[in-house]
Structures are given as C-alpha cells and as structure tokens.
C-alpha cells in the first residue's frame, strides 16, 4: 500500500517541499492503518487464545464427582450365541467379577452401562415422580446399572442416604440412588429420601440414597443419572462394562486382567482396557489442539504488530528529524522526545485495541461452543490480553524511542 501512494505522485511536483511532506503524510497515514489493523487482528486473536487457555485449565481442573486415578475401565468381549438368554448371561457377568476380586491389586470392580464419555450412548430412560400427572414428554435421565461395590470402585460419597448393599436383590423393595442432578429436577425443594419413581414400564422403586453429579457420560455437564441395583435390574440387557480399582497403575493390570477374564468363562475376552486417565487425556486432546494453534498464532500476530510498530515508529523519527532537533535546541529534553515517540505508539495500539476487543466480542457467539465455565467477554482475560499488548507496544518502541531521545541537534541543523 505505501509502494502504491509513492507510485501515483507526479515525480516533477514531487521534489517540491510541501509536495514531499504530503506524501510523507499519506505514508504515514497508510502504515499506521496497516499497523493498527495488525494490532486489532492480535487482539482478536490474543483474546480468543486467552479465553480457550482459561476454559482448557477450567477443564483439567473440574471436579468429576470421583476420584479418576487407579481407575481402570475395561470391555469383555461376549459370545452371545453362547449366552443368548439373561441368565447365562447374568452367571457368566458373575464369573468375570470373581476373577477379576481375586486378581492382586485389585481393590474392588463393579460393571457398569457404559464406557466414559459415551453420552446418551449407553442408555437413558423416561421417569416420572408417583402419584404426580406425568409431564409431556417425560423427562430422559441417565440410566446406570451398578453393582453395590460402584460407588467403593468411584469411591463417591453418598450425600444423603445410603449406597446399595447385597440385600437389594430380587424379592426386595426395588430400590434406586439418585444424583443431585436428578435429585433437584424431581424435588426442586429436596426432601428426597423415600419418594418414589415411576419408570417407563410403570413400574416404582424408591429412592434411597443421594450422590454428588458425576461427570462420567461428558466432561462438559453432569447429566441427570439414576442408579439401579444390578440384582434387580429388569432391563433387557446387562452392563459388561466393567470398573475396576487398582492398587498401583491401572496399565500394569491388564495382562492379568485378559487371562482373568479369558479364563473365567468360554466365550470371553479382553475386548480393550484403558486407565480412566487416557480417557480422559482423549476428552482433553482437541480442547488442548485448539488452544496450542491459537496461541501460536496469536504469538505470530503479536510478532508481526511489534514489528510492524517498530517500523512505524522508525520511520517517524527519520522524517521528523529535523523537528526533534529543533526541539532539543530550544530545550526540550531527552525524556519529552520520548513521551512524543510513545504518544505517537499509543495511539496506533488504543485504537487497534479497541478495534481488536469490538471484533473478539463481535465473534462470542462463535466462540462461546468451544468455551467450557467461561464467559467471552471475561474482563480478567480481556484485561491481561491489554497489559500483554501494552507491553508488546513498549517492546516495539524502545529502540526508535531510543534513537530520538539521542538526536543531535547540531548535527541535524548543519545537514539541512
């Protein structure tokens, strides 16, 4: 752009004074849009950059409602044709626990619907609170069937109420845990304990216990869960997932664990195992992604505005030579050239700041999806990405600023 301005003037009027000042002028003009629209860019993209690295430490810090290490969640490949009906398929679940209660180091196992982070993957269910008119549609929660040994191998705490216990078997009063979640959607004034649930066969359980929200399903939201006694579970199928407590790493069990299982029952084998904790780290790994690249850009913006600062600011001070000179010969000093340098500076990055900022609220809407506990016009992150900004200015700066307070008037007025 300012190869252009230079271009269109006339060479002939060109070498006339006022001629010459106007075109430096329009150079002037040209290089501070560049740069401020540089600084609005590394705005934008500074504050995108800040605002993911805050949800991503929000998100590798949220609490899951259990403790996640020595956590190994495993799946048992089944031959159904084997074990067609419940039964057999109840007898040979039965089978896996026990050999996997006997592999050293394992502290407690527990089967459970679904993988991690599987969503409304595994299985949710309409429910409604007794002798209440059912609402259109009735509401979906998470459905968990669990062994009485779950919240042992979670090691959840029960807020209210009690866990399960062997006695809640078949022939007992059905009976179901409710998370918080479920608890405040059902109750919204509390008092849980003893109510009752309706499920979608009509049938009632009541509720006995009280857990914290779990983030077991998604990372991003502790769904509505309900519990159910695996000895009562009439569903048309049984959880084979299993969750197991280990003692050391959850890694060095599953050679023990594939000849535990392979063993416990023709037809069955280690289908995969993880540690809870590589389950996690994939749940992390996009949010990680996308703040990685936009940090690195945004380090390249800010790059490309100190530079282009620099330049700018380089430039003033060769052009307006002659006028600093004059100015310390009439006794301005070294530290009012300076202010006049940095005044100059701060005015290309207020406004390409302010620009910057307008821009990354303009793209909240977008930005909000990748967001996780945070909000896109969080003042703390939009306030350092300033401070950031400010000093990036001052960094770009220093030499010319430099160069001007140095300026030998003598030298200057011989030359012209």
């Keep these: 752009a300012p190869a252009l301005v230079t271009a269109r003037a006339d060479p002939i009027v060109a070498l006339g004074t006022g001629a010459r000042h106007t075109l430096r002028r329009r150079s002037r003009i040209v290089a501070r849009t560049l740069v401020g629209t540089q600084v609005a860019l ?143 959607m059902m109750w919204p004034g509390g008092d849980v304990l003893g109510k009752r649930v309706v499920t979608g066969d009509d049938e009632t359980a009541t509720v ?31 959880p084979m997932t299993l969750a197991i407590r280990t003692h050391g790493p959850p890694a060095a069990a599953i050679p023990a664990l594939r000849r535990a299982l392979s063993e416990s029952a023709p037809g069955v084998a280690l289908e995969s195992a993880d540690s809870f904790e590589t389950l996690l780290g994939g749940q992390l790994a996009l949010p990680r992604l996308n703040a990685l690249l936009l ?6 913006a800010l790059l490309m505005a100190i530079v282009g600062l620099h330049g700018v600011v380089s430039a003033m001070v060769r052009q307006r030579r002659r006028e600093l000179g004059i100015r310390l010969a009439l006794g301005a000093t070294a530290a009012t050239l300076r202010t006049l340098v940095l005044r100059e ?28 506990e945070a909000s896109p016009s969080d003042p703390a992150v939009l306030s350092g990405i300033m401070g950031v900004l400010l000093l990036a200015a001052l960094a770009g700066a220093f030499v010319p600023a430099r160069r001007a307070a140095l300026t030998d008037p003598a030298g200057v007025l011989r030359m012209d």
Excluded: C
Excluded at 61 to 75: N, T
Excluded at 126 to 155: G, L, S
Excluded at 345 to 372: D, E, K, M, P, Y
């Design 208 to 238: 006995i216990g009280v857990v914290p929200d779990a983030r077991y399903r998604a990372l991003r939201e502790a769904r509505p869960s309900i519990y159910f006694p695996l000895a009562q579970s009439t569903f048309p199928f049984l």
């Design 295 to 300: 940090v690195v850009f945004a380090g390249a």
């Design 345 to 372: 500076v701060f005015a290309v990055v207020s406004v390409g700041t302010l620009a910057g900022l307008a821009g990354s609220l303009a793209l909240s809407r977008s930005l909000r999806a990748l967001l996780f």
């Design 42 to 184: 590394a705005t934008t993209i500074l504050a995108a950059a800040g605002l993911l690295a805050e949800s991503l430490l929000r998100m590798e810090s949220v609490d899951l409602g259990f403790e996640d290490s020595h956590l190994l969640i495993a799946e048992p490949a089944l031959r159904y044709d084997m074990y067609p009906d419940l039964p057999q398929q109840r007898a040979v679940l039965d089978r896996m626990m026990s050999a996997v209660h006997a592999m050293p180091g394992v502290q407690a196992v527990s089967p459970v619907v679904a993988v991690p982070f599987s969503g409304a993957g595994g299985w949710d269910g309409p429910f409604t609170i007794e002798h209440q008119a059912p609402a259109q549609p009735k509401p979906m929660i998470n459905i968990e069937i669990v062994a009485p040994e779950y919240f042992t191998v979670m090691q959840m705490r029960t807020e209210e109420g009690r866990p399960f216990t062997p006695e809640d078997r078949v022939g007992a009063p059905p009976v179901v845990i409710l998370n918080q979640s479920a608890a405040r």
